[in-house]
């Protein structure tokens, strides 16, 4: 609701989400409330019974000392008795709150130690140092959950250097193609090759550390310009911060801050726009010497001007280096050496654009409907 509260203005649901937090917040309270009067309970009970048992221990004491019975003494060693047993008891349900907090926290330490982690890497895994750059998929298929697949038996080859694009409708598994290419997903069936190197015979770091990424959720830290811009290559100069800045048509703006490359960003950038943002994190990428790049709507959040003087950086920052570029906006990929059509995790279209529009086909319609 906090990090919402724009939205929530912009549709007049001020008082429905009052209403909403009210009644978690009622729940909440009742919650902690049953669970202080039980526990606040338990002390209490056993310190009335153990005085209780004082008491009789006093009382009969009394009545058997004055039938001569028993001593003083006597009398004195019971109620030291009753102490001693006592103590631990009181002790015991002091801390049993405690207890109870404590395993409910163990139960929930246990639930994250059994999830599944990341598959480690094979004991000869390679580590990737100098290479070409060259991406093959074969016949792969990959579904988030065995019940829906998401991908469906796709075959890819990207060449060293070339630019492949690709294009679909939403949800149709694009973005699902770049989680498997940096293998935060391992597929189904099939597999996915970096020069001759299968995925799952390099190392994760060395195979993540040969991709750049600009994605359309863009991510910056509390600090400096600089160091966000920084982020990912050790021992970079002003210098080579600025080339990579003015390249992204940032550098103008970074000068006219109060402080420069020294201005501190607000966690996660909320103090720049959108737009900003991403002319920083593609800055970030071109810094960043990878082999292959990937572009994921990397210029959804500026403007057409902007846009075009960034594609034509970026085309001479992308040459040599494999790119791989998800688009909405089709005039951002007309040069592409290879464009993917998906629809349903299928490949149902590939080729160049002046190839793909001569063929009249989905990429064609996908045209049509943004420029005519």
């Given at each position: 609701m906090v990090t919402g509260v724009k939205t929530i203005k912009a549709y007049a649901s001020e008082d429905i989400m009052l209403n909403r937090f009210d009644k978690n917040n009622k729940e909440a309270m009742d919650v902690y409330y049953n669970a202080d009067y039980f526990g606040t309970m338990t002390g209490p009970t056993v310190n009335f019974i153990n005085n209780l048992s004082l008491a009789f221990v006093a009382a009969f004491g009394a009545i058997l000392f004055l039938y001569q019975k028993l001593t003083i003494g006597d009398i004195s060693s019971f109620v030291l008795y009753s102490r001693k047993f006592s103590g631990p008891i009181n002790e015991t349900a002091n801390i049993v709150n405690e207890l109870q907090s404590a395993l409910a926290a163990a139960?929930?330490?246990?639930?994250?130690?059994?999830?599944?982690?990341?598959?480690?890497?094979?004991?000869?895994?390679?580590?990737l140092s100098e290479i070409n750059g060259t991406v093959r998929i074969e016949d792969v298929s990959f579904g988030y959950t065995k019940e829906k697949?998401?991908?469906?038996?796709?075959?890819?080859?990207?060449?060293?250097?070339?630019?492949?694009?690709?294009?679909?409708?939403?949800?149709?598994?694009?973005?699902?193609?770049?989680?498997?290419?940096?293998?935060?997903?391992?597929?189904?069936?099939?597999?996915?090759?970096?020069?001759n190197y299968e995925n799952r015979e390099?190392?994760?770091?060395?195979?993540?550390?040969?991709?750049?990424?600009?994605?359309?959720?863009?991510?910056?830290?509390?600090?400096?310009?600089?160091?966000?811009?920084?982020?990912?290559?050790?021992?970079?100069?002003?210098?080579e911060v600025m080339n990579a800045t003015k390249a992204a048509r940032i550098h103008s703006y970074i000068m006219r801050l109060p402080h420069g490359y020294n201005t501190i960003l607000n966690e996660d950038g909320i103090n720049i726009s959108k737009g900003q943002k991403q002319l920083l994190t593609i800055a970030r990428a071109m810094l960043l010497d990878a082999k292959m790049l990937i572009l994921d709507e990397a210029t959804s959040?500026?403007?057409?001007?902007?846009?075009?003087?960034?594609?034509?950086?970026?085309?001479?920052?992308?040459?040599?280096?494999?790119?791989?570029?998800?688009?909405?906006r089709l005039s951002t990929i007309q040069n592409a050496d290879l464009?993917?059509?998906?629809?349903?995790?299928?490949?149902?279209?590939?080729?160049?654009?002046?190839?793909?529009m001569d063929k009249r086909g989905a990429y064609y319609r996908m045209y049509a409907s943004q420029f005519e």
């Open positions: 139960e929930r330490v246990f639930r994250v130690l059994d999830e599944e982690t990341e598959i480690k890497d094979m004991d000869n895994a390679v580590t697949q998401i991908i469906k038996s796709l075959n890819l080859f990207a060449d060293s250097g070339s630019l492949t694009a690709i294009v679909g409708p939403t949800g149709a598994g694009k973005t699902t193609i770049i989680n498997l290419l940096m293998r935060f997903y391992d597929p189904d069936s099939g597999s996915i090759y970096i020069d390099i190392t994760r770091e060395s195979l993540r550390k040969s991709y750049a990424m600009v994605l359309q959720d863009t991510w910056l830290f509390e600090g400096t310009i600089f160091d966000n811009i920084a982020y990912g290559r050790e021992n970079t100069t002003q210098e959040n500026v403007d057409t001007r902007t846009e075009i003087l960034i594609q034509k950086a970026m085309r001479k920052l992308m040459s040599g280096k494999t790119c791989f570029v998800i688009a909405h464009i993917l059509v998906i629809e349903d995790g299928n490949v149902v279209e590939q080729g160049t654009h002046d190839h793909l």
